[in-house]
């Protein structure tokens, strides 16, 4: 057989995609093929994409190439089957140049490179020996709470990857908390919509934000860790130790903690304390946790990761928490009706104790060229035990009623979980045509057990006598046994065609199954008998079918749309075991999507984009029985409740100038919902109240942010603003008239720091926040509440060893309820010394709460109640610690 016969019977076309350490497709880069008989140069597209035809050669090399990024050689034996080879992704890392002493170049601070914001850490000023946590503190728009939350550019980060791989199962704590800030080349906030979305390349759900760090190339092979411990006055004590081990994407860490100081070291899974809730990012960063109750917590982690071949990666983590909490608390809910209120003042405490174990894997293989799978299995069980005690004054307003009640419960709450999420993609021989299939399943199981004591006498606060002329005493001693099952199972079918170089189609297809089981018993323990009324045996289940078309147009990266239409037909039923009842409820929605984000320039972008979802009602909302665990407020469920639907329209703008380090964003979101579940408020009699729920129409919402960062004077004066704008235009029912809350909450926040290279640090922090609701069934008051924070923070360092730091902050507070108002001041103050190599070892002398006000207060509006809350918190203690830092540099591979 001749040279050109082998040749041409090996003919082979080869294609793949290259892409940056975000995932993000690069376009311009240029791809150098050779063999002993070839050598063709391609460049990528918008996609990310190349393609060499009529290839031959016993085996093949490619050579990517771009400014900016590292040169990358690779090397493939010539031995795939069929004429069509597809490779997978080459990830392209950004390049990290040596230059001459001589030259000075000034690194790029931030690069948007579409949905990926990029800080690049050499252009700020990051102190030796700091953590990821503070290295986040200097980014621009990037806020870290007192908590540990991240805030990027308005959102919450989910996870943490690290060289684009889940750090200790992606767990944010973990990562900011224990990475050196000196590994890291560049720190990436990515808009990350889903493995699904991924594989397809269809964009049309919400993204989450998520955090990926690219590690420098001389950080990629070291063991690191650290080991901390501290004890202080009011038998206050921290204990902690961290290993971590990177060997060139090989990840082993073992983590550990235990404290009574509110320190939350890892957020793996870990409950948070009785009575906590969401706060403001306008709080300054400092030491004290702002958690609701005072926190014993005991917690330990194993995370590994490895390319266990070519083709199969693997990842998992086991966790184990163990939180006790106690909280102290009062707090006036006032719930408005019609012509008069109800006021209720309470005062309680509530201790619990959580036991959390999760175990997660995610394992990822590249069958062939064409093939990829991923399986996703996870395991949690929960135990919790609480004691609720608490005493409650409830006032009618217009006939003078008072109702005294004493509430006692034990509650001990079991939660088996185990879910599995598998995802399916074939590559066709046709660049850009694909087949992806995910499915999900979950099982949830929990088990309740409760005893309850609840007291309580109704009298006139005129006469003071009982209100019926008897003693009019309501008194329930009972055990509530719960048992319940969910099950949810989820598929998503898509196929894509490609329709040219910059356009595709999907045609895509949606299961969702929820099924629910309920037994629920009540044992009277004076009446020694079961409360038939109360007890349920209930099944409901909620079932949707989705089939839609999305075509999506990129044109170059500057402008992207895609328009979409979806029909869902849905089916909500329910069915009582014990008496033949049955309800349902079938819908049709007919949902279009559109998405259009442009490019302006290189430094600006704005989106615009359409999302039609919707929300199935909660178990509590349907079920078909009078919930009288709390004796004044009773609930009753509706069975014939429809799923909601969302019509949600987000536009976003964002600037970035580069060179001069600022940076802008803005986002508005409008929400407006059909057949919205809400409430239904009744007074059948005294200060007892019954809520039941209906679907109705009417609400909507807005809600809008802002974000403006720049240096003033130099890089060492940052100045950053940020402001939000809620406006709900909630509905609710009182004795079946329709009410209209109108709810409109203001926050405005300015914070400056200023910094001196090894000498001092200094942040200072104002934020103002008005809370104004109106309501539209009666002529009322308006209600408003004000809150001031006022605070400023500081780090100096006197030497190389010697450094010292505080935290004051001031809150005012005017408009809440005066049973719950307080108006704290926070001081915090520290002295630490460095020493052994390297300043490895760091002792530290602190004080917290040096003025012992610390105390959370909150409002909350929801309908036709406000909640204004006061909860205790970590008060004065001082501690002296020790921490040492661990690490080695392994010896390099040879060969």
Known sequence: ???????????????????????????????????????????????????????????????????????????????????????????????????????????????????????????????????????????????????????????????????????????????????????????????????????????????????????????????????????????????????????????????????????????????????????????????????????????????????????????????????????????????????????????????????????????????????????????????????????????????????????????????????????????????????????????????????????????????????????????????????????VGRLKASYVEPIDNSSILEISYEYNYTAIDSRRSVWDLDKERFVDSLGIDYSYFFESNRVGLVYQMEQSKRFRYTLGFAVQPLLLQGQTMDIDTTTQHRNVNLIPSAGFRFRINDESEWSIEYLGTNNQPNFSQIQPIRDVTNSQNIIIGNAELKAEFVNRITTRFRQTKLGKNRFFEAQLALNQVQNKIVTNRRNPSNTVQETSFRNTSGYFDARGYYMYSTSMINDNFQLNLNGTTDYVNNVSYINDEKNFGRNFIYSQAVQMRFMLEDMIETELNTSYTFNRTRYSLRQIDGINANSFLVGFAGKGYLSDNWAFGFDLSHRLNSGYSAFVNANPTLLNAYIEYTFLNNNMALLRLQGFDLFNQNTGVTREVSGTDILDMRNNRLTRYFMLSLNIRLQKYPSKKSG
């Open 1 to 487: 057989m001749s040279v050109q016969a082998v040749a041409q019977h090996h003919r082979k076309e080869i294609s793949g995609v290259v892409i940056d350490t975000a995932g993000t497709p690069l376009s311009g880069v240029n791809v150098r093929l050779t063999t002993i008989l070839d050598t063709v140069l391609a460049v990528t597209d918008g996609n990310g994409a190349y393609r060499f035809t009529d290839i031959i050669g016993p085996e093949f090399r490619l050579t990517f190439s771009m400014i900016g990024y590292k040169i990358l050689d690779k090397s493939y034996p010539f031995n795939f089957p069929g004429p069509v080879v597809q490779l997978l992704p080459t990830v392209l890392p950004p390049q990290q140049t040596l230059l001459k002493e001589i030259v000075i170049n000034r690194v790029q601070p931030i690069v948007i490179k579409e949905d990926t914001v990029q800080y690049n850490m050499d252009a700020f000023n990051v102190r030796q020996n700091s953590l990821l946590e503070e290295a986040l503190k200097l980014l621009p728009n990037v806020q870290v709470r007192r908590d540990g939350t991240v805030i990027a550019h308005g959102k919450q980060i989910s996870r943490v990857q690290v060289d684009s791989k889940n750090f200790f199962g992606g767990e944010v704590l973990t990562a900011t908390r224990n990475l050196p800030a000196e590994f890291i080349q560049s720190i990436q906030v990515i808009d990350y919509y889903g493995d699904m979305a991924n594989s397809t390349g269809i964009k049309d759900s919400e993204p989450e934000k998520i955090l990926n760090i690219v590690l420098k190339e001389d950080k990629k092979r070291i063991l690191f860790g650290q080991v901390t411990g501290g004890g202080g006055t009011v038998d206050r004590y921290i204990g902690s130790l961290g290993i971590n081990n990177f060997n060139d994407g090989q990840e082993f860490s073992v983590l550990g903690s235990l404290n009574n100081t509110n320190t939350s070291l890892f957020s793996y899974g870990a409950p948070t304390g009785a009575g906590a809730r969401e706060r403001g990012n306008s709080d300054l960063t400092g030491m004290i946790d702002p958690e609701d109750g005072v926190n014993t917590t005991n917690s330990v982690g194993v995370s590994y990761s490895d390319d266990v071949s070519d083709k199969v990666s693997i990842y998992g983590k086991y966790t184990f928490t163990n939180r006790k909490n106690r909280t102290l608390g009062n707090s006036e809910t006032t719930s408005v009706l019609e012509g008069y209120s109800i006021v209720n003042q309470e005062d309680k405490e509530i201790n619990t104790d959580n036991i959390n174990h999760l175990m997660a894997w995610d394992i990822e293989a590249q069958l062939n060229d064409r093939n990829y799978l991923k399986i996703s299995p996870n395991i949690s069980y929960s135990e919790v035990g609480s004691q609720h005690a608490s005493n409650n004054i409830y006032r009618r307003g217009h006939e003078q009623i008072l109702t005294d009640r004493n509430y006692l419960a034990d509650e001990n709450v079991s939660t088996p979980n185990f879910d599995m999420d598998v995802l399916y993609s074939r590559a066709f021989r046709k660049p850009g045509r694909k087949f992806v299939v995910n499915m999900q399943g979950k099982y949830a199981q929990r088990d309740k057990l409760e005893d309850i004591s609840d007291v309580s006498r109704n009298i006139s606060m005129v006469t003071g006598e009982p209100v019926t002329g008897g003693v009019d005493v309501y008194d329930l001693t009972q055990e509530v046994k719960s048992d319940n099952q969910n099950r």
